[in-house]
């Protein structure tokens, strides 16, 4: 039987559009795959679903972390890592004694100090990786935190004043008692003769020894 013109070209027809949607089809296939790919190479912040892609990665678990999830204490760890560190606090009194020749009494000064010092389970760690830092890193490194600290430093005399300045306008309730204690100085009167002997036992020349007596006004 033979086989009709029109027929050959509607299958022909169908042929291609088949060929066109497997094209359309396997393009469509790369395409999610690349996506695929690609989606896991965004490398996105490791903490409370955060999709921040500004991320460094924590230089002890090396875990990705932005700046709103990294340590209190440094911020070249996560806030995970190097977490378990304390600030101790150890205070301490100091007394001073001083006597005051023009009004002939011992002035008694108390300071109250406090010493601080780091301690931890993570505060060993803390050396094992300053060491292993090269020099551009421990430079760096060292430049950042003294910046901070100077930071840190006017910060805490800002507070330190404005602490003060409400200390001396809060009315004081407290009644300050002035007591006088009697001291009793002994004065050894020296000699020329004494002075003589003595710089003599030193080996000085007698010319020097006749200048340091006058200039010293000993009779």
Not at 36 to 60: G, L, N, P, V, W
Not at 102 to 123: E, H, N
Request: aromatic share 10%; with cysteine.
């Amino acid at each position: 039987m033979p086989i009709d013109s029109d027929n050959d070209e509607d299958l022909i027809l169908s042929d291609l559009e088949t060929d066109k949607i497997q094209s359309i089809s396997a393009k469509i296939e790369e395409l999610d795959k690349n996506l695929a790919i690609q989606a896991q190479k965004i490398i996105t912040c490791a903490f409370d679903r955060c999709s921040e892609m500004d991320i460094h990665y924590c230089h002890k678990c090396e875990r990705p972390y932005c700046i709103m999830h990294s340590n209190r204490f440094s911020p070249n760890f996560c806030k995970e890592c190097f977490a378990n560190l304390a600030c101790i606090e150890s205070k301490f009194t100091r007394t001073f004694e001083d006597f005051d020749e023009k009004t002939d009494k011992l002035i008694i000064t108390k300071q109250s100090c406090a010493q601080y010092y780091m301690d931890g389970p993570d505060w060993p760690f803390l050396t094992a990786w300053i060491n292993g830092l090269n020099d551009h890193e421990l430079k760096t490194i060292w430049n950042f935190h003294f910046f901070v600290m100077k930071t840190i430093e006017a910060e805490n005399e800002v507070r330190k004043i404005k602490k003060y300045k409400k200390l001396r306008e809060m009315p004081s309730p407290i009644k300050v008692i002035k007591s006088a204690n009697k001291i009793t100085k002994t004065v050894q009167v020296t000699t020329s003769e004494e002075l003589r002997k003595k710089f003599k036992k030193q080996g000085l020349p007698d010319a020097i020894i006749d200048q340091m007596i006058a200039a010293m006004g000993s009779k």
